[in-house]
Nanobody
């Protein structure tokens, strides 16, 4: 299954964007979903995750208080609301689905890219200063 990330764009520092992660072929309802990002010449890093129930949510420290992840299983989608964007948030943002259904997990589990599949092409977020 591949997930599609959308909603990126070019914004100024302090602005907001809302990213969406959807799949037209497979459900995400019983699976956790994670957001990762990759800045130029850097490795892919964990941003946020939500488990299949929507109750266990994790964020990397740099986005806490600014980003909010949420899911709507009726729409088979997971969103990432990004507020007060900073130039250092500039990256390609990817979403992916947990390899295993019904996992609750810990931060170490959800922040590990190896636990995900369905990586799509990502969406570019550029924040100017």
């Amino acid at each position: 299954v591949q997930l599609q990330a959308s909603g990126g764009g070019l914004v100024q520092a302090g602005d907001s964007l809302r990213l969406s992660c959807t799949s037209s072929t497979r459900t995400t309802a019983n699976y956790g979903v994670g957001w990762f990002r990759q800045a130029p010449e850097k490795g892919r890093e964990f941003v946020a995750s939500v488990d299949w129930k929507g109750t266990r949510i994790y964020y990397t420290d740099s986005v806490k208080g600014r980003f909010t992840i949420s899911r709507d299983n009726s729409k088979n989608s997971v969103s990432l609301q990004m507020n007060n964007l900073k130039p250092e948030d500039t990256a390609v943002y990817y979403c992916a689905r947990d390899r295993t259904s019904y996992i609750t997990g810990s931060y170490d589990y959800w922040s590990d890219m190896n636990n995900y599949n369905g990586w799509g092409q990502g969406t570019q977020v550029t924040v100017s200063s």
